[in-house]
């Protein structure tokens, strides 16, 4: 079966998984785009190695799998392809460096095995990952940060066509984290290799991701762009604490006074598409947006050292929006947005939590979702339909 007779064209890593492993069945359709980056979310168990081993070829399933117009595997326990020769880059979660050899006889191991010409140079991915000072060091003589930092330089050298990321921070503690994340945002902003991102820390998969797939116990519950995924309640209620859109938003200005900056939320109807423009470091190929985005509301963010013009990332948890009727008068909080109550649902884990979904007036396509008490609702008459005032700290906000 060629891959424009099983799905259409625009999603490019297709596929049906079916994996049985003693009581547990993992059984998803899959539908990535071959660019940038997609999250693979779900609680421990839910079956996100499971589904990554399975693209890779390293685990055997039930089902077909495309790459684009390549057939990885075909109907059923057809034939598959093997795994050396998917051309993937897989990042482990304990790095798994050759113990015996250093950072730079483990990178050069991965070169030697590059069936293909890299994307990018031995210099320029040691460049990219700040590695230059560590190229001696033995693993046992680096951080758990910078084994991840050499791990994924090797994943790069094979010369893949995608790099899957398995929980690659999860051994780390949150300062090391802190310090991979810009670097796995700096791949993902110059080079243009798609990546699959699996984790069950949705900070990092929000942070990170433009579209995501929800796992729970082997099924799919959600899968699509990040905000469309985010901005559903359904999706709310199952994410729990974890609840809240995600959006692109553009800097247009900076307070140095306040520490703060004021972002345009980004038309999420805007979709960054590659281009083969050099990026700014010459490493390869960069993304741009090709239409001008219409700028909309505006939000105050806490300033992390962004400039005019950053696309930052912005992250707003339900649980951190607050709803009036009116719009708030001399309230300490800074960002008050004017919107429509579109859908609400009960949450049927606690009974006293609604999740309400609000419909920005001067975006129509960006949603905000609020978790209340179902006694404020009711005390308030909230329904759908109803006109409000959204309320959202900036320094909740997460960008
Ligand atoms: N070799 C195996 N034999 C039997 N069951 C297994 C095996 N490997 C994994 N499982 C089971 O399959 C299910 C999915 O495991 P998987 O590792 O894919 O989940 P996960 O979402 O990646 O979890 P985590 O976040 O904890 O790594 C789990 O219930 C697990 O116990």
Redesign the pocket.
């Known amino acids: 079966m060629k891959q424009s007779e099983f799905n259409n064209n625009n999603y490019q890593i297709q596929g049906d998984i079916r ?1 049985k ?4 069945m ?1 059984d998803v359709s899959i539908n990535f785009p071959l660019n940038g980056v997609t999250g693979i979310f ?12 399975s693209i890779a070829g390293l685990e055997a399933f039930k089902g077909q799998l495309f790459f684009g117009e390549s057939c990885w595997q075909q109907k059923g326990y057809g034939k598959s392809l093997p795994a050396h020769q998917r051309s993937i880059g897989y990042v482990f ?1 304990d790095a798994g460096l050759f113990l015996h050899l250093t950072a730079e006889g483990n990178l050069r191991f991965a070169e030697k095995r590059a069936t293909e010409k890299s994307i990018i140079s031995f210099d320029q991915v040691v460049e990219l990952l700040s590695l230059n000072k560590l190229l001696n060091n033995k693993p046992e003589q680096l951080s758990g940060g910078e084994k991840q930092r050499v791990a994924i330089a090797r994943a790069l050298l094979i010369a893949p066509k995608i790099l899957l990321l ?2 690659p921070l ?1 051994s780390l503690g949150r300062t090391h984290k802190e310090d991979i994340l810009p670097y796995l945002e700096r791949l993902k902003g110059e080079l243009n290799i798609p990546m699959l991102y ?3 820390n949705m900070d990092e998969i929000a942070r990170l991701s433009d579209h995501i797939l929800l ?1 729970e116990n ?1 099924n799919k519950l959600a899968e699509g762009p990040i905000h469309q995924v985010t901005s559903q309640l359904a999706v709310s209620e199952q994410l729990m604490s974890d609840a809240g859109v995600v959006m692109e938003g553009k800097v247009t200005a900076v307070h140095d006074d306040w520490h703060l900056v004021e972002a345009a939320i980004v038309s999420s109807t805007e979709t960054p598409t590659v281009t083969n423009e050099s990026a700014s470091s010459g490493i390869v190929l960069n993304k741009s947006i090709t239409k001008k985005p219409e700028l909309n509301n505006s939000l105050w963010l806490k300033n992390n050292n962004f400039t005019v013009d950053k696309t930052v990332r912005i992250r707003i948890l339900a649980k951190d929006v607050s709803i009036s009727k009116d719009k708030p008068k001399l309230s300490s909080i800074l960002n008050q947005l004017p919107g429509s109550i579109v859908e609400i649902l009960n949450d049927k884990h606690d009974q006293a939590i609604m999740h309400v979904k609000v419909c920005c007036n001067e975006s129509p396509d960006q949603f905000v979702i609020a978790s209340i008490t179902k006694k404020s609702l009711e005390e308030l008459a909230l329904s759908v339909g109803s006109s409000v005032w959204l309320q959202i700290k900036s320094v909740a906000v997460i960008a």
């Not at 492993?21 to 547990?24: A, D, G, P, V």
């Not at 779900?42 to 081993?53: D, I, N, P, V, Y």
């Open positions: 994996v492993k003693n009581n547990f993992l779900g609680h421990s168990g839910a079956g996100k190695t499971t589904l990554l081993r979660q398995d929980e999860a699996v984790s069950h796992l082997g």
